[in-house]
């Protein structure tokens, strides 16, 4: 049964001069959600904590206990080969977290607030993504400095080597938007972090900790052309100098090429996705 | 001039599930406007409906003119939506969660500063300004979320059971300020489970079940859409308002209810005031003592028991479990 019973009572008439909001700009409400995110971040210190030591001490295992079976690598000593790929793969274990923060931002009913208010969607997106960027930079910087710290040192150009710290950090922000769109579709925070598990063979299978030449011929076609291996290779060049030349045979501009393809495709795909997500959410 | 709201044939399905069905409604602006329904009824999905939050399966929804799919920025510009999990950051203060919702309405910051101070003193939260919302009890996280959607002064109030899970107090409060903001000319669409909120909120009601409309009206034109005034008894114990149950079945009108925990025994009196004298003379001639017996008028649950045919099972002491 449906009824349509209009009233023509008045009512009070609104008071004249009450303006529409017009919303914030898209750069002022991505600063206001990542402003948020960092803000509840930086609050909940364990989180970052744990994270971080996490890192350190799984360097320290590979560095320590699997350095010792792999003491060379050519003319390669094995930390110089390990810190580029452990930095460059630890941007997933970082950028992780973003999957279940998201969810969990869904979850607790902010986001439909956030979707109520006069600001565009993928504002709301950027202001995440940027502020765990952030996040996935800070896990990048202590990595590297503990990589010094246990014995790895730049072969070729400091030029290169910064280079190689940003390409990195760059990497991780494409990732983020992975993570965010995973996040979005996850539903609830657990279901995200289950998706998570997906950077175990992207980390692991990859050149990152041991060469693809050790792996079994099935899987050498998987962790040659993986995006993780692309990046580790390009930070390998960027920051072993003739050593790692020697060792992979090929230019920076080889893996360099293919690893910036990855991080445009990786935005193209999975910005457009997330925000598809979060208005069906 | 439109009409506040202007919903045709709206239906959405959640899976199997029928949240909205093939619903109708026509609101015009300037009453608040309360959407009773018990749970499951489809309130929360028809709230997030106007609030641009899901899209319809079927059907169109128009809010002061803009269709909520075609033109959802337009609605937002005018909305402020407390939804019915509070919707605020745990990690941040009650000011820093105004002031963000400020500046993403689009005031500037000393502008954004002003409204939420004027909000937490309207919200009575000025000494727990400054502390993370994570140490706020239920009630002050109730009132904050109500705040955050005052915020931007919006030409729409859009609250989905804005008094769950408050006390007593705070509900009284709430209801203050929510008869502050429709006074000032805010509309206001609530949703309720509570049959006194719309009653005291709202002056017209729309109640649902099962994703439809099943009756709209003031609520005097709600209790009068169940016709008969009731005549009510009280006994002073179960056996004795079973008697007086009997007697009144006997007289062969419509059948009385009875409610045990009060010792209440009630008759819609079709005839109203000329019943009176007919049932006190044959609770006389049975010899069955009432304590008082009243003429009155059809409460809100009796018009929804009518309507539906299943009572509202509201319990307002119990919090709202399921969130959805
Ligand atoms: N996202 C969803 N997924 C699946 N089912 C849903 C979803 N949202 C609502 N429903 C279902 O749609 C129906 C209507 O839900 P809705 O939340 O609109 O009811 P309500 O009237 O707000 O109830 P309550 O008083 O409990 O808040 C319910 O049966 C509910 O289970
Ligand atoms: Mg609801």
């Known amino acids: ?281 | 001039m439109h009409a506040l709201i202007e919903a045709d044939g709206l239906s959405k399905q959640f899976g199997k599930v029928e949240a909205l069905t093939e619903l109708s409604l026509t609101l015009p602006a300037g009453q608040p406007v309360a959407i009773l329904g018990p749970n499951g009824a489809g309130k929360t999905t028809f709230i997030r409906m106007v609030a641009t939050l899901i899209q319809p399966d079927r059907g169109t929804l128009m809010v002061s003119g803009h269709d909520v799919v075609r033109d959802p920025m337009a609605v937002r510009r005018m909305i402020g939506l407390a939804g019915q999990s509070a919707a605020v950051e745990e990690m941040m203060t009650g000011r820093e969660n105004l002031v963000m919702v400020a500046r993403l309405y689009g005031q500037g910051r000393a502008e954004a500063v002003a409204s939420s101070e004027r909000i937490l003193e309207q919200m009575h939260l000025v000494d727990a300004a400054d502390r993370r919302v994570k140490t706020y009890s239920g009630g002050m996280r109730r009132r904050l979320d109500l705040g955050a959607s005052l915020v931007g002064s919006p030409r729409l109030l859009l609250l989905d059971e804005p008094t769950t899970g408050l006390d007593p107090g705070s509900r009284n409060e709430v209801w203050d300020g929510i008869r502050d903001m429709s006074r000032s000319g805010t509309d206001i669409l609530l949703t309720t489970q509570y049959l006194d909120e719309a009653d005291h909120l709202a002056a017209y009601i729309v109640i649902i079940d099962e994703g439809r409309v099943v009756a709209q009206g003031t609520p005097d034109e709600l209790k009068s859409r169940v016709g008969a005034d009731m005549v009510e008894l009280h006994t002073v114990d179960v056996p004795t308002m079973q008697r007086a149950a009997e007697v009144l079945g006997a007289l062969g009108m419509t059948a009385p209810s009875t409610d045990a925990a009060t010792r209440r025994c009630s008759l819609a009196a079709p005839g109203g005031s000329r019943l009176l004298p007919v049932v006190v003379r044959a609770l006389d001639d049975a010899a069955v003592p009432v304590e008082d017996i009243t003429l009155r008028r059809p409460t809100l649950d009796e018009v929804f028991l009518a309507l539906t045919g299943r009572n509202t099972d509201t319990d307002p002491t119990s919090p709202e479990e399921d969130a959805a």
């Open chain 1, 1 to 281: 049964m449906t009824m349509d019973i209009t009233l023509d009572r008045p009512g009070p008439a609104r008071p004249v001069g009450v303006a529409e909001n017009q919303g914030a700009s898209y750069l002022c409400a991505s600063g206001q959600v990542a402003a948020r995110t960092l803000k509840k971040n930086v609050r909940t210190p364990a989180l970052i904590v744990a994270g971080t030591a996490q890192g350190v001490l799984f360097l320290l295992i590979f560095r320590y206990v699997f350095g010792g079976a792999v003491a060379h690598l050519g003319n390669l000593s094995y930390v110089d080969f390990l810190v580029p790929g452990f930095v460059v793969t630890g941007v997933l274990f970082q950028g992780m977290g973003a999957a279940s923060g998201v969810a969990d931002d869904l979850e607790g009913g902010l986001f439909d607030r956030l979707r109520s208010l006069p600001i565009r969607l993928l504002s709301i997106i950027t202001g995440r993504v940027g502020a765990d960027s952030a996040l996935v930079a800070w896990g990048v910087i202590v990595m590297t400095a503990v990589g010094f710290a246990v014995g790895f040192r730049v072969g070729g150009s400091t030029p290169d080597a910064l280079a190689a710290l940003g390409l990195t950090i760059l990497y991780g922000f494409a990732f983020v938007w992975m993570f965010i769109f995973m996040g979005l579709a996850a539903g609830s925070p657990q279901a995200a972090q289950g998706l998570s598990f997906l950077v175990f063979p992207l980390s692991f299978v990859s050149s990152a900790y041991v060469p693809v030449s050790t792996m079994p011929g099935w899987m050498q076609g998987f962790a040659t052309n993986q995006p993780m291996t692309q990046m580790v290779n390009t930070v390998r060049l960027l920051t072993g100098g003739p050593a790692v030349e020697q060792l992979l045979g090929h230019p920076v501009s080889y893996y360099l090429v293919p690893s910036l393809l990855w991080t445009v495709g990786l935005v193209a795909v999975f910005a457009p996705l997330a925000v598809w997500k979060l208005k069906r959410s």
